[in-house]
């Protein structure tokens, strides 16, 4: 889906750095049973999705876990139900963490990153693994 596919190539980018850190990547895309089956109680967790806040394309967004979890009046819209913020609510899993958002240029059927995120990945994917490092000496 272009560029609705950058939280998985920014993953891509990074996994092998972070799992030699010991930072367990896991790849769910839509399968959130399974994404859910591999977070336990007490985990820092980093949901990477793509957003469309209408913000300057390839801005990287940091909310909190438990701020999401905590919306009623604001839902998270996905294409994909039940999503799985619903369903840390729903099961009650304990976890902290942040959902990173990665803004879109826009969303369409391809392959391949639009340009403007093309040009921004390395960066993003700096960005990101400094997040990472951060949250993880928190």
Not at 64 to 81: D, G, K
């Amino acid at each position: 889906m272009g560029d609705d596919s950058i939280g998985s190539k920014v993953l891509e980018q990074l996994s092998s750095e972070l799992e030699k850190e010991e930072i367990k990547v896991i790849f769910a895309e839509t399968d959130t049973n399974y994404a859910l089956s591999k977070i336990d109680d007490g985990d820092l967790l980093l949901i990477f999705d793509s957003t469309y806040f209408n913000i300057t394309p390839g801005t990287v967004t940091f909310t909190p876990i438990e701020e999401a979890l905590t919306r009623e009046l604001c839902p998270i819209y996905s294409q994909h139900e039940p999503n799985l913020i619903t369903l840390l609510k729903n099961y009650k899993k304990s976890v902290r963490g942040y959902i990173v958002g990665i803004e879109v240029e826009k969303i369409y059927f391809s392959l391949v990153l639009s340009e403007s995120l093309e040009e921004k990945f390395i960066d993003i994917c700096k960005e990101i693994r400094q997040f990472i490092y951060d949250v993880r000496r928190q």
